[in-house]
């Protein structure tokens, strides 16, 4: 007969899910053995948090939850970043953990807190494995966590539990979600016609497109009726960035709000796809009035942000959705001023890429030497802001970030979960300095792994993002600088390779070298001090 860590661990393996990461302590071992005697490798991390990180790596790449597996007590603490970042950037992320039994927690307190209490407000549901109801917690675990807006649920998995043998589970069988268009009514009449009339329409896609796999539906959408889309970050290549129509990635930067504000401000109708506006920064907060605007959102389920308002709300399948909305409509000509393209050119010239040296000659030199089938990560800090202007997408979730919770750390992690679940496609991890120091032990992990990711690391020796809003703000410059770090010595201590550039050629051979390497190399690029002044 199965355990009950038996189950639980069938029951992800039957979710697709292939890979667990984390650091096992003595209340997890019964339930990281369930899940590779279930086909799940489990892999060893230095730090919960990074554990997670790489979770959503292979999510990311694979579809399937990530997993993560913590020890009771200090492990469950060091996962709280990353459960925030799962709620915050809609990560269907399973945390397991282990807990003491009931009745001994009423007299033993050692490394005993509430999990649940803990996890409460940033995951989407905590459970408590109940003797004889596992695959009923595990199913509503994985329904939870992949639902309309997917996130992070927590189990913990009482010691004794783990092992104790259960009956045979019922088969794992989950609904088939079929596809609900808006149903024939007068709103959808009346949004044909705001179509058939619009003059000068725009989309602004976010990540549920990805979520609800709709990018096709909107790249047809948008071609058919010739209306330009903006992306959020998460969903930048949601059409591919070197079409007419693409006008890149916003949310973080003021400068591309510059160019593409006045767009808003002039579009006769806005069509969101899927826009979760937890990855927009100020500048998009009421960006519109629905007074003067007509907007028609297509979204997974109504969102009470409180950010923007829209004047229509069809909740269902986006992709369907603007199926629906594009029947019978004749497409227009639109845009007859050519703002868009002047827009593009605008942001082109914003973020120019042709310098000979600096940061984004570092981005523009990756990008070109990463194929078209490469995955990039890119953490926190400015780097990353100039680097979601520069970088093109060619198709979606090929640069993958934290643009809901924006934490540092992740670049590295989210690599390692990548690479590992797609190892034949090249992997490239960005990274500022400070954010590569707090998750150094990592590289440890890659070495382990044998996992040819190439780290690029902005060195400036600075918390660059911070360091700008200081002097803006004119404060005296406080605990923002830091000294130098031999990032090619740390290479080289961990098992790995390490290069240090300061020019175009050195860096595309330094990249490609390191794509064809046996272990992960460390590109240390440097930078030089503010070197995001007035490009972000
Ligand atoms: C875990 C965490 N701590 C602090 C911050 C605040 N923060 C945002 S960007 C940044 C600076 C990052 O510095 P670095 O990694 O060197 O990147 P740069 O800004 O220099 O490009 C900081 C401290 C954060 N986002 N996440």
Redesign the pocket.
Known sequence: MPTAADILAQRLYQAGCRFAFGIPGGEVLALMDALGRAGIAFHLAKHENAAGFMAEGTYQVTGAPGILLATIGPGVANAVNVVANAEQDRVPLILLSGCVDPDEAVGYTHQVFDHTALLGPIAKASFTLVDGAVEGTADKALAIATGDRPGPVHIDVPISLAAKQQPEPRAYRPPRRGAAAPAASADLLAARESLAKAERPLIIAGLEVLTQGAEAAVGAFAERHHVPVVTTYKAKGVIAEGSPLALGGAGLSPLADRHLMPLVEMSDLIILAGYDPIEMRQGWCQPWDTAETEVIEFTAAPLAHGVHESSLVFAGDIGAGLKTLSNDVKPNGVWSNGAPQAAKAGLAEAFRADEDWGPAAVVDQVRKALPETGIATV?????RILLSQVWTCPRPRTLLQSTGL????CALPLAIGAKLAAPERPVVAF?????LEMVLGELATLRDLKLAVVVVV?V?R?????ELKQRKSGLGNLGVDFGATDFVAVAEALGGRGVAVSDRQALDRAVKDGLAAETFTIIAAEIGAMAYDGRI
């Not at 990274?431 to 954010?435: C, L």
Request: hydrophobic share 40%; glycine share 20%; proline share 0%.
């Open positions: 953490d926190s800090g400015a780097h924006c934490t540092m750390g990274s500022g300095d400070a954010g902005f400036d600075s918390l660059a993002l911070i």
